[in-house]
């Protein structure tokens, strides 16, 4: 699936965030402090496995030489009923202890396609006095960013990698997918290995901000200025209330320090 040429993450306006922003970096948090109680921790159904699934299986085993005389035994005396009850809770426990695994370990940080949404803007914009950031998603690590899909109904997964030993993407599709509610965020994901890391991206991956319509002149000038220091070609845009429609629209905006300014003639 292609990515998005840019990706977007709305920050409140907060020290961290002014932090974050001035040491080029984006953070990786624990999925554990998701506001979604269903988000990374999906209980998916294990689809029962067919006469030929099962034929599969047990070739696999029975042909490896390390397969135990026990369990070859086994193999050849279970009834296919017998052998689809043992194996789903088999493959019910090991995907239960990687995914504690997961979530224990993993960082994920969020993105957005869009960066003009209300609910975006309330929940995450600190209140629109925040500000949002956008991406080049030809960076890293936003080029290894993965789709959020989002459904009414929990996944069905195949048993037979997990059997076998071979984890696939079925498994990582279960930290990608949520409740259609929160379709209207349109979310993009980048992992990482280890939560509560700070990512520095090159400079070049960042190349706008938008400011929140509330946001307050001097927080302007604050992220300007931190902009203006180190990033001056970054792009900064204000937001303000549509008169047509219920979004949120943004106009281009050049930021001169005061004492610039000063020096040009163009304050007393």
Known sequence: MDKPKKLYKYEPFSDLALRNLKRQSVYFSSPRNFNDPYDCAITAEIQELTDEQLEVFKSYFLIREETSVELKNELTQYTNSDLREKLRRVVDEVITTQKDNFISKCGITCLSEINDDLLMWSHYGG????????????????????????????????????????????FFDLFCLKSKSWIYEKEWRVFHVQAGTLFTYPPKALTGIYLGPDMEQDCLEIIALIIGGQNPDVKLYRGKRSNELFKVEFEQVNYTP???????????
């Open 127 to 170: 209140r629109y006095k925040g500000f949002c950031l956008e991406f080049d998603t030809n960076y890293e690590p936003f080029n290894k960013s993965k789709k959020v899909t989002y459904s009414e109904y929990m996944p069905k997964l195949n048993p037979l990698p997990f059997i076998i030993g071979e984890i696939d993407d079925q």
């Open 258 to 268: 005061h004492i610039v300014a000063k020096k040009l003639g163009l304050i007393q």
